[in-house]
């Protein structure tokens, strides 16, 4: 049984993204993944490759991630600050 397209869009956007990944790499290389000239242990030295690359991009947006929080943490402790001086309640 095939989904439809329109039932799940994820599904979708990544079916998209790797015929579109498949086109560049066919004008880059000229081959399909089906060629010969890589061994299976380059295969796996390849996905090891790009496997590490998303785990740093993955520490890179956890940092962002952080970096928001803390500034929204920030701004909400300023804003309690602020409520204590215009309420009058500072001393």
């Known amino acids: ?4 397209e329109d039932r799940d869009p994820i599904v ?3 079916i998209d993204r790797m015929r579109s990944r498949s086109e560049v ?7 399909t ?7 299976t242990v380059e295969w796996i030295d390849h996905a090891i490759e790009e ?3 998303g785990a740093i991009y993955l520490e890179r947006l956890k940092l962002d ?5 803390q500034r929204q943490s920030a701004i909400n402790q300023l804003k309690e600050v602020e409520k204590i001086f215009t ?3 500072v001393g």
């Open 1 to 4: 049984m095939r989904m439809s």
């Open 51 to 53: 496997l590490l690359d």
């Open 12 to 14: 979708q956007t990544v």
């Open 25 to 31: 790499g066919m004008e880059k290389y000229g081959v």
């Open 33 to 39: 993944m089906m060629r010969d000239d890589v061994s």
């Open 65 to 69: 991630i952080s970096s928001k929080n």
């Open 87 to 89: 309420s009058g309640e």
